[in-house]
C-alpha cells in the first residue's frame, strides 16, 4: 500500500520538477500539455518523458549502454547532411543510427489504477508498455510503442549503406521519428479518456 | 484475485500443451528445460516463448503488422547466401531483415508473484520486461531483452546496403541472435534461484 502522506509529497515533487524543467528549458514544450493532463489525473504523475529522437551511437550493439558513445542527438528530423557528416566520423565498433518513438514513465497510486493505465495506453499505440516497478512509492508504468530502427551504417573500417541510397534512409529514420510522434497524439486522448472516466467515478 | 481452481486447470493445460507442441515439433528442445522449470515453480507458468530468430519482412515499418508479409524466417543463422537471396526478390515497400532476441510471457498467481519475477528477469538482462495484463487467471508478465535489429536492406526500386559488406551485416545479424541465446541461459540461473527461493520459504 502506498502511504498517502508519501504519495501528496511525491506528486508534488514531481509537479514542481516538470516546471523546473521547462523553465530551464529541458523539456519539448510539445508535451507540456500532455505532462500536465497527466498531473489532473490526481492518482498518476510522469516522471520522465522523451517525445523520440533519432541518435548516432558508436557501439558493438544498441542495446549494451556500457561500451557505447553518442555522437549525434537530435529531437527533430535529421538531413541529408547529418547522414552524411557522420559517415566521415571515425568509428571504433559500430556506428549505429537510431529512431526512436516516445517513451514515458508514469507512476500510479495503486495497482488498479496501473492497470487500468495500462490498457488504456496499449489501446493507445503504446504497445510495448508495461508495469515495471512496484514500492511504497507507487507502481510504475512505463509507456512504449515498439517504433524504434538502428540501422547499423559504418564499421571501423567501411560503410554498410549504399551510398547511393542516402536519401532513402534519411526518409525511414524521419518518418519513425514522425509516427512516434503521432502516437503521443493518441495517448493524449487516451489520457483525456481517462480523465473523463475518473472524474464520472468521483462525481 | 485468482480463483485456486481456474489458476490449476490452466496450470495443467498450459503443460499438456507445452508436451503436445514438443510432440509436434513446433517447440525448439533448447527451450524445454527451461520452461519445465518455470512450470516446477508452482505459481508459474509459461504461456508462449521464442527463443530468437532472424526473419525477413516486406512492410512500410518493422513494428505495423498489418501491411507485413514475412518472406523469411530462420530460427538459427543465417549464411550470405540467406542475405544474397534475399536482395533478389520484388520487394512493395521495404524490406526489412530482423535479429531478434527471445521473448516469452509468464504468468503468475499473484500480483506479489510477478513482481518478483519481473525483479529476478530484468537483473539476468530481461531488461525491457514488464506486467502487461492482469485477469481472473492470473498476472502475465512479458519478458524481453532489447536484442532487436532491423535494417532496411531494400525498397521497390533499390538496395539500401552495400554489396560488398554483406558479411559484415549477416555477422551483425548473427551475433544478435547469439546474443540473445546467451541471455536465455541467465534466464535460466534466474529461474533456478526463484525456485531455491520458493522452495526455502515452504520448508
Known amino acids: 500500500m502506498v502511504d498517502p502522506e508519501i504519495w501528496t509529497e511525491d506528486w508534488e515533487k514531481a509537479f514542481r520538477r516538470m516546471n523546473a524543467d521547462l523553465y530551464i528549458g529541458y523539456l519539448d514544450?510539445?508535451?507540456?500539455?500532455?505532462?500536465?493532463?497527466?498531473?489532473?489525473?490526481?492518482?498518476?504523475?510522469?516522471?520522465?518523458?522523451?517525445?523520440?529522437?533519432?541518435?548516432?551511437?558508436?557501439?558493438?550493439?544498441?542495446?549494451?549502454?556500457?561500451?557505447?558513445?553518442?555522437?549525434?542527438?537530435?529531437?527533430?528530423?535529421?538531413?541529408?547532411?547529418?547522414?552524411?557528416?557522420?559517415?566521415?566520423?571515425?568509428?571504433?565498433?559500430?556506428?549505429?543510427?537510431?529512431?526512436?518513438?516516445?517513451?514515458?514513465?508514469?507512476?500510479?497510486?495503486?495497482?488498479?489504477?496501473?492497470?487500468?493505465?495500462?490498457?488504456?495506453?496499449?489501446?493507445?499505440?503504446?504497445?510495448?508498455?508495461?508495469?515495471?516497478?512496484?514500492?511504497?512509492?507507487?507502481?510504475?508504468?512505463?509507456?512504449?510503442?515498439g517504433i524504434w530502427i538502428g540501422i547499423p551504417v559504418k564499421d571501423s573500417e567501411r560503410v554498410l549503406i549504399s551510398r547511393n541510397e542516402i536519401d532513402g534512409i534519411v526518409w525511414i529514420l524521419n518518418r519513425a521519428l514522425a509516427e512516434g510522434k503521432a502516437r503521443l497524439e493518441s495517448l493524449r486522448k487516451a489520457i483525456k479518456e481517462l480523465k473523463a472516466w475518473s472524474d464520472q467515478r468521483v462525481a
Open 29 to 145: 514544450h510539445g508535451i507540456r500539455d500532455l505532462l500536465i493532463d497527466i498531473f489532473n489525473l490526481k492518482n498518476y504523475y510522469p516522471t520522465s518523458s522523451c517525445t523520440g529522437r533519432i541518435i548516432a551511437i558508436d557501439a558493438p550493439t544498441p542495446w549494451r549502454r556500457k561500451e557505447s558513445y553518442i555522437v549525434f542527438k537530435k529531437h527533430a528530423e535529421i538531413t541529408r547532411e547529418d547522414l552524411e557528416r557522420l559517415l566521415e566520423i571515425p568509428v571504433i565498433s559500430i556506428l549505429w543510427v537510431i529512431a526512436s518513438g516516445p517513451i514515458m514513465h508514469i507512476m500510479a497510486r495503486t495497482p488498479r489504477h496501473a492497470m487500468i493505465l495500462l490498457k488504456k495506453v496499449r489501446e493507445a499505440g503504446f504497445k510495448h508498455s508495461g508495469l515495471v516497478a512496484s514500492s511504497k512509492r507507487g507502481y510504475l508504468v512505463e509507456l512504449v510503442t
